[in-house]
């Protein structure tokens, strides 16, 4: 069974910094993108930033400028770093990784979580 595992979280302030590390084990399957959720107080789980294979990238707009999304030198982990957090990054952060059908292989990951004080 294809497992996948973040962490990192932890209690920042405003202004600092936190990288979240993902990896995913078991099962071999052809990953086609790595990628960060996040679902704060009361919201909905939204797209923070994925990566893909031909190396494009996609971030929210309320991220840009601030995290960065990042594979390892194993192709099967990814990290975000996070920097300049805002109390509005306050969230549970879930890693998801999928396939090139998604309907067969698309994983999510327990979440962490990041709470950023003022």
């Known amino acids: 069974q294809v497992q996948v595992v973040e962490s990192g979280g932890d209690l920042v302030q405003a202004g600092g910094s936190l990288r979240l590390p993902c990896t995913t084990s078991?099962?071999?399957?052809?990953?086609?993108?790595m990628g960060w959720y996040r679902q704060g107080p009361g919201k909905e789980r939204e797209l923070v930033a994925e990566t893909r294979n031909d190396d494009t990238t996609t971030y929210a707009d309320s991220v840009k400028g601030r995290f960065t999304i990042f594979r390892g030198n194993t192709r099967n982990t990814v990290f975000l770093q996070m920097n300049s957090l805002k109390v509005e990054d306050t969230a549970v952060y879930y890693c998801?990784?999928?396939?090139?059908?998604?309907?067969?292989?698309?994983?999510w990951g327990q979440g962490t979580h990041v709470t950023v004080s003022s």
């Open positions: 078991g099962p071999t399957f052809g990953i086609y993108a």
């Open positions: 998801n990784v999928r396939g090139y059908d998604v309907r067969r292989d698309n994983y």
